[in-house]
């Protein structure tokens, strides 16, 4: 929950302060926007709304002293034929005149002088309209009596062949390579530099690298990144499945329809979403949410079960949906912050979900049926906390709203191995997509809490391990493609290691600085060496507490005191603030006997942030060659839409 606070609260400070963002609609540099913008590439037949807006700066340095023109004409031409009006060319009606207006600062000085700058807008929307012909198009906009904003838009020319039936996308949330270098010294033993063991993710015959910028911004959230993933289309930050326009509702900016929905729409495929966060987060909302506001959680919750409200579009059923997030489900007489104040279970029970709110009931359940898995508040216990640590699951977290702890939850394996049983014995010759998620490593990267998250990318790789088990036992890994990858990064690595012991025992930061060893001086990994595995797989440590830690860190930190060892006592809190302040300082009870380091971003982060590297792209199964080499994020799209088949808007020649 940390996170997303603390990813909401930037978004309400969006255009009034965070630095570079000072602008007034980012994919759109000057007063006549087209959103989808210059340079947006599609998939034959997608559906997208288009958004048009004229803005009328009154004042600041764009005011140009012209009054807000009305009158603005919009053409598409493919390449080589004559243009159109949009209403000819999509055959579609006029829309209405829309008018608005907002204000923006134009920098940090114009935000602590309080002067917003203030822009009159019209616009108009045309919704769910496709290109079916693949090439080169010219959007144009006509506005101020002589001005004019282009847009070249490409429809990406794809097979038209399905090469696989099944498609897993596997996301580490925040996960980097870094990240997987650390958890496979954690987890896997070595014998004079050779592994004895190594990653499912390791074994993976095709690596790639793919870009998570945004369209408007270098660092991404997980909203925008995964709309790239889900839509081939980038965005804001907090942008699902849309580009972000002007205007205050957070439900009317233009859509873009998602691999899910083309994929249900052309096929009848099932459709399956796991994760380890509340439910309603931003990477498993992706699947199907359309909304430039990732915040707005109960609706998108609605949008599970109902489709898109008050719009004509894309409705792809859910058939599996696990996760956490109860707080969207039960009602608010128990406290829930429900859509429209309904009871989730119910609404979902009603359109024949089962109903699953904790492991034993989940592995019980039918596979025949569709299931809501919800097994407690906000996000998942962690694996550390489910198998090292379990006393810190007893917290006030039941699914059911009662205020008990929530002691028997699911793992990602559980859930991702259910969910795929499911899908196999629904969808039949359709073939099926699912998103499994691992979100804490991105969760507890945020809050420094290294050891949980690579636990959590250990228990991600053990995943994918019995998953690829799973289908070769039941002949199915040949018929699925299987990706994994990231939505973005963090700025983690592993420097060395830490005498938690001799550091613990000096006085003076400079003086315990001396525990740190590095190069030679970093040995072995203590975490899995003592051949004693405690647990039942042996691809996770066997001592989360040893007396040689990792010294690992990230490159971007709100002030906190380090002292590398376990967190014993649940998910890190490493900086606080007076009651009622955004100052954050170190929190005085964590890391007891460590040394106190000062942040470096600005002092209302109380976490880490995402950073800008490339994220690895691991595949496996049919298509796999498309995801080699170094890519754009929206190429993932493409790729999974080129290995379904989905290239024309229409069912695909089934070739699998
Ligand atoms: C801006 O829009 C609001 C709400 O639509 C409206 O009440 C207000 O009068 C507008 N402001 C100006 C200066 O036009
Ligand atoms: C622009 O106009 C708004 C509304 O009248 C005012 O609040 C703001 O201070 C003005 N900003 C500048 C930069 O002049
Ligand atoms: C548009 O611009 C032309 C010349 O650039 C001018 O003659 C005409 O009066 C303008 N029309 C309007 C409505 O402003
Ligand atoms: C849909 O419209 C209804 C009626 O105006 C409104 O109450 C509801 O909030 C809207 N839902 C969304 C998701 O915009
Ligand atoms: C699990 O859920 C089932 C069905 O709701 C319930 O009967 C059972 O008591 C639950 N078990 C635990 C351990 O909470
Ligand atoms: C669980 O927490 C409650 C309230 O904090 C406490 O009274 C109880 O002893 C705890 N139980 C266990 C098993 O730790
Ligand atoms: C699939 O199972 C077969 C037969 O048990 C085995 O030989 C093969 O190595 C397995 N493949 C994978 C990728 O696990
Ligand atoms: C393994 O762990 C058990 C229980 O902690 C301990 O009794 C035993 O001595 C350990 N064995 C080795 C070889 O370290
Ligand atoms: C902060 O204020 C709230 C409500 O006023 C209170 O419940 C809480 O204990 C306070 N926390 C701290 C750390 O002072
Ligand atoms: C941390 O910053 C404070 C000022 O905010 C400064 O007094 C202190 O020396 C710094 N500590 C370190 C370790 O740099
Ligand atoms: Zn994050």
Same mark, same amino acid.
């Given at each position: ?63 140009? #002293?012209? *009054? ?57 929307? %045309? ?45 580490? =949330? ?7 270098? !650390? ?22 015959? &095709? ?10 911004? $270098? ?12 839509? #081939?289309?980038?965005? /804001? ?6 580009? !972000? ?6 439900? =009317? ?31 498993? !909302? !992706? ?32 058939? &599996? ?22 009871? %989730? ?70 859930? /991702? ?32 809490? %290294? ?22 036992? /039941? ?51 203590? %975490? ?44 890190? &809190? ?13 929190? *005085? ?19 880490? &942030? ?16 498309? $995801? #080699? ?14 290995? $379904?088949?989905? #290239?024309?808007? /229409? ?6």
């Amino acid at each position: 929950m940390k996170c997303i606070c603390s990813i909401a609260a930037a978004a309400v400070l969006l255009g009034t302060a965070s630095a570079q963002s000072f602008r007034r609609l980012g994919a759109c540099p000057t007063l006549g926007c087209v959103f989808p913008p210059d340079q947006a590439d599609f998939l034959a037949g997608q559906y997208f709304d288009i958004r048009l807006e004229v803005h009328q700066p009154t004042n600041g340095s764009e005011a140009i #002293g012209l *009054p807000l023109d009305e009158r603005f004409t919009f053409t598409v031409a493919k390449k080589g034929a004559s243009a159109k009006q949009a209403v000819e060319y999509f055959k579609i009606q006029e829309p209405k005149l829309e008018k608005w207006n907002f204000t923006y600062f134009e920098d940090l000085f114009a935000r602590d002088a309080k002067r917003p700058s203030f822009v009159n807008v019209a616009a108009k929307a %045309y919704r769910r309209v496709a290109l079916y012909e693949p090439g080169e198009y010219t959007a144009t906009l006509n506005y101020n009596n002589g001005s004019k904003t282009e847009a070249t838009w490409l429809v990406r020319d794809l097979a038209e062949e399905r090469k696989a039936k099944n498609i897993i996308l596997f996301i580490g =949330d925040g996960m980097t390579t870094n990240m997987i270098t !650390a958890a496979r010294l954690i987890g896997h033993k070595t014998i004079n530099g050779k592994y004895q063991t190594t990653m499912a993710m390791d074994k993976f015959p &095709v690596l790639g690298h793919q870009m998570t910028h945004s369209i408007d911004s $270098f660092i991404t959230d997980s909203a925008n990144s995964a709309a790239a993933l889900n839509t #081939g289309h980038k965005s /804001t930050v907090n942008c699902l499945n849309v580009y !972000a326009d002007s205007s205050k509702d957070a439900f =009317d900016d233009p859509k873009v329809e998602t691999i899910a929905e083309i994929f249900h729409r052309l096929t009848g495929g099932r459709i399956g979403i796991v994760s380890t966060a509340y439910i309603a987060d931003a990477t498993p !909302a !992706a699947l199907v949410a359309h909304t430039r506001n990732r915040g707005q959680y109960a609706a998108i919750v609605d949008t599970f079960l109902n489709g898109v409200q008050n719009y004509t579009w894309t409705k792809a059923p859910i058939d &599996v949906l696990f996760g956490g997030g109860a707080e969207q489900f039960y009602p608010p007489s128990l406290g829930g912050v429900t859509y429209q104040n309904k009871n %989730y279970y119910e609404e979902f029970a009603k359109q024949n979900y089962q109903i699953l709110q904790n492991r034993t009931s989940l592995l019980a359940a039918k596979n025949t049926e569709k299931a809501l898995g919800i097994f407690t508040v906000s996000n998942m216990a962690k694996w550390l906390d489910r198998n090292v640590y379990r006393q810190n699951l007893n917290q006030s977290l039941s699914p059911t709203g009662s205020k008990g702890p929530a002691l028997d939850q699911p793992g990602l394996k559980d859930m /991702t191995l259910k969910a795929i049983d499911i899908l196999q014995a629904r969808s039949g010759k359709d073939g099926w997509l699912l998103m499994s998620e691992a979100a804490s490593i991105d969760k507890m990267m945020h809050v420094l809490d %290294y050891d949980r998250a690579l636990g959590e990318l250990l228990e991600l790789d053990d995943t994918i391990k019995a998953t690829i088990a799973k289908l070769n036992s /039941t002949k199915s890994l040949k018929e699925t493609l299987i990706l994994v990858t990231a939505d973005h990064g963090h700025g983690f690595d592993v420097m060395g290691s830490v005498d938690t012991q001799y550091m613990a025992a000096q006085s003076g930061d400079r003086k315990k600085r001396d525990a740190i060893g590095v190069y030679e001086q970093s040995g072995l990994s203590q %975490y899995i060496n003592t051949g004693n595995l405690t647990y039942t797989d042996s691809n996770f440590p066997s001592n989360w507490d040893p007396r040689y830690t990792l010294f690992q860190g990230l490159m971007a930190d709100p002030d906190r005191r380090e002292n590398w060892k376990v967190h014993k006592n649940g998910p890190r &809190v490493p900086a606080r603030a007076a009651n009622g302040s955004t100052d954050y300082y170190a929190s *005085p009870s964590d890391g007891a006997g460590g040394i106190l380091l000062n942040g470096t971003l600005p002092v209302e982060n109380d976490q880490g &942030v995402h950073s800008l590297t490339d994220v690895p792209v691991f595949a496996m199964g049919p298509c796999q060659e498309e $995801f #080699g080499g170094v890519y754009n994020s929206p190429d993932i799209f493409f790729g999974m839409a080129k290995c $379904f088949g989905l #290239g024309r808007g /229409t069912p695909p020649k089934t070739g699998y």
